[in-house]
């Protein structure tokens, strides 16, 4: 496997209200053609921040792969905007699971080949799972204090597994929110980390394509700082997953799968306390 | 041609981090497969707002359909989440045009079929068209004071487009961005408006296919509350499209083709005017 991680910011000069020139960071933003045993599959536009891990989880969320060990190599050459992934014995029937689009539209038009929501109904997520109000709170301090493209660039989505503690294991960022869970999914495979006991965050919306991905992964907590879809929320309900969207410092909306969230009142400031009033 | 326009929100009950139930409004996702000569296109997934321009939209900005007089009927049927369209004489090589799937990332992973980047090169927007500062200020003020399902239930984007002078003529929302500008797009085509004269305003980010539909349809200026990524500000060097990036209350960044735009500086406090003290 290459380790091509390219430039992900860029430098403009832009101009103000007041005609003022200054220069900006921009994320990168470049093509990455994917092609399967030497047959052309699929162009990602990308970050370019963890191409290998984000080929690899393309292939395992769309199915196209079922194992790691059906992969050969993953070689990213940025010179051409492709990466080449051999793969033992071919995927099967290429031609007609990859004939299916359905254009996903988190905010993009995402593209999950066929079937995907067939496989959902055979999903269902560890029901004794559960997730401490406090490490809900521990995931949303280090997202917040997290060093990141788009603190100096924006324009990013960024996704993150974390431990049943509130540890964090991977955060990714891309262009397309997409391609960060497919990156994640990517790693997760590599290092063979399990789903039923982690925690996935992600600053982009749940939307129905969001809610699937987590599911095939087998993550039963999925948190955002954004909110839901009805599709979304339909689909956390089939799998049983639980879903707490608008995290922001120690809000949260619980919208799914209440039961596995294990409250902790002590946490919170009574709501009747006296406002503390800033000296001015 | 139908007129289907469905729910756009739904009700649900949150759970907020004090164990308090409350009902919240998300916005609808449904799957719209396109039918086109009773051939599966795509599934699209949609708010379901204007379904039969984001059709049309769709297969315009595919370039699957060059000339709306090539398309018979538009019918939308919910009650099997489809879309059912009759061109005169068929999709010339469907199968090849379809086959290349370039997955964008807006912040999901778009579908662009193949060959769109070279099509760009062959775009040049006027380079004499104007814009003037107090425009971009009425048109953000516009969309800030629009009713919409955003303000309702969140979680959605918003496209718009506007006279030279700042008249809304359309406003879409969709789940996708890229739903909400092929609508605006399908909209033009039936009431046969031109771009060259007009202005795009996007919610979401200018991402290299933002930038690439917005030239498609010819506009000149493309303004977001949002961002730009590498390849969007490098598409828009290459076709001469204004971007207006960050724009919100009087500021903005212009990011390209500032020579468009007609700076009123009389319409800014100085900077040096004293600070309006708030009374407590």
Redesign the interface.
Known sequence: MSAASAGLT?E?V??????RPST?H??????LTVYVDKR???????LGGAPEALTLGYLRNQRLVRALDDIVSVQVDWSVDAVAVVTRNGIADVEAR?A????????????VFGGLMDEVETITLPPDARLA?SVVYRIVDTIRTQQSVYKQ???V?GCALFSNSGELLYFVE??????AVDAIAGLMWLDGVAGADKVFYTT??L???MVIKGAQMGIPFLLSR????????MVAGKVGMSLL?RCSG??????AG?ERLV?E?GL?EP?NAPRRVPVA
Do not use: W, Y
């Open positions: 860029h403009v832009s101009i103000d209200e007041r005609g900006l921009i994320p990168a933003e470049r093509p052309e599959l699929v162009t990602l536009m990308t990859t299916k689009k359905v254009v996903t539209t988190g905010c993009g038009q995402g593209s109000q660039a924006g324009s989505h891309d262009v397309g929110r997409h391609n982009g919306r939307t129905s394509e954004s909110g839901t879809t009805q599709m979304g929320h969207a120690t809000h949260f909306l619980l919208l209440a409250f009142p919170l709501l």
